[in-house]
């Protein structure tokens, strides 16, 4: 059996590849001077020590410590510095692997990340296109119904109604349903989400619902930009009151409950990128905002099961991050 290698010279595997640990020359500068220093003491010792000198008794004892007590001081030195130069090698060698490594890692990190864009953005578009056809499929099948007369809309006894100049559709659309409400601010599952996507289509006919969506859709997809992506959190559901407390103006620690979200790396990038980016900072506040005004009008009429839903949906989710971080519940 052949004899095995010691440890210090193997391979060792490292995420970079093989570190060998280079081989120490038999014979060194070091090793050299100290040599050269030690035959010149032996022969200084034999000159003036050895042969001038009866040695008798105990003489013969400390001319021996005279002779060799200096070599070996001199091997002490040298061994000394010998490994004085080899743990600097070291951890040069080591730095030069850290250093690696670490550059490694970041080339890594940057091309998950421009890997990773395209694919956002092919996802956003390809749930656009499906919208817009969606759209062009609902707008074709309202042709073939009878319009009804220019001004005039239908009342409850049948009779017809003459708008006044300058009234929108939007002012005698009929109310959003809560259900369809709390549908569209969750958005679309997936590109199959046919309820998904007429709840969001009924939401963005309203004004005010429009523009609550069209907020969060802004921070949704600058959170995406981190990573942070509302279904991957799982924050502490508030009670229905804490979120009727807030509706009526509490702030602060009465209603800190609402900020549920315990996901410290999230956290910290929002909050970094809330402090460098001025785009990010302006659409947060303007999605909470438009959320304070949302939870004021939703509130008195919603009963405790529509404020639980509510919770559970992605805008009231980034709400809960992006107000934790703006300091709305301290």
Do not use: C
């Amino acid at each position: 059996m052949s004899e095995s290698t010691p440890e210090h010279e193997t391979e060792r595997p490292t995420p970079i590849g093989m570190y060998d640990r280079p081989a120490e020359p038999t014979l060194t500068e070091i090793e050299i001077a100290s040599i050269v220093l030690s035959l010149i003491w032996l022969v200084v010792s034999v000159v003036f020590l050895v042969l001038p000198g009866k040695i008798e008794g105990g003489g013969f004892v400390v001319t021996l410590l005279a002779v060799f007590m200096p070599i070996a001081m001199i091997w002490v030195a040298a061994t000394a510095l010998r490994a004085s130069r080899i743990m600097r090698e070291e951890s040069a060698r080591l730095q030069s692997s850290i250093d690696a490594i670490r550059n490694a890692l970041i080339a890594q990190q940057q091309r998950a990340s421009s890997g990773y864009e395209p694919n956002v953005s092919k996802k956003l578009d390809e749930i656009v296109e499906t919208a817009k056809k969606t759209e062009s499929t609902l707008a074709t099948f309202s042709t073939h119904r009878t319009q009804p007369v220019r001004g005039k809309i239908p009342n409850a006894n049948g009779d017809q109604t003459t708008l006044e100049l300058g009234t929108q559709a939007e002012d005698i659309a009929p109310p959003l349903g809560t259900d369809v409400f709390i549908r569209a601010l969750n958005f679309p599952e997936t590109q199959e989400d046919t309820e998904g996507f007429n709840a969001l289509r009924l939401a963005l006919k309203d004004r005010k619902t429009a523009q609550l969506v069209q907020a969060s859709q802004d921070v949704l997809t600058l959170l995406s930009q981190e990573g942070i992506y509302m279904d991957d959190l799982r924050p502490d559901m508030a009670r229905p009151e804490i979120w009727r407390q807030f509706a009526q103006g509490s702030r602060g620690r009465a209603v800190a409950a609402l900020g549920g979200i315990r996901d410290r790396s999230s956290l910290a990038l929002t909050s970094a990128r809330m402090k460098q980016d001025p785009i990010f900072r302006d659409a947060a506040h303007h999605f909470l905002r438009r959320f304070d005004h949302m939870i004021i009008e939703f509130e008195p009429e919603a009963s405790d099961a529509d404020l639980t839903a509510l919770g559970d949906t992605r805008t009231a989710r980034a709400f809960m991050l992006l107000g934790r971080v703006a300091g709305t519940f301290d």
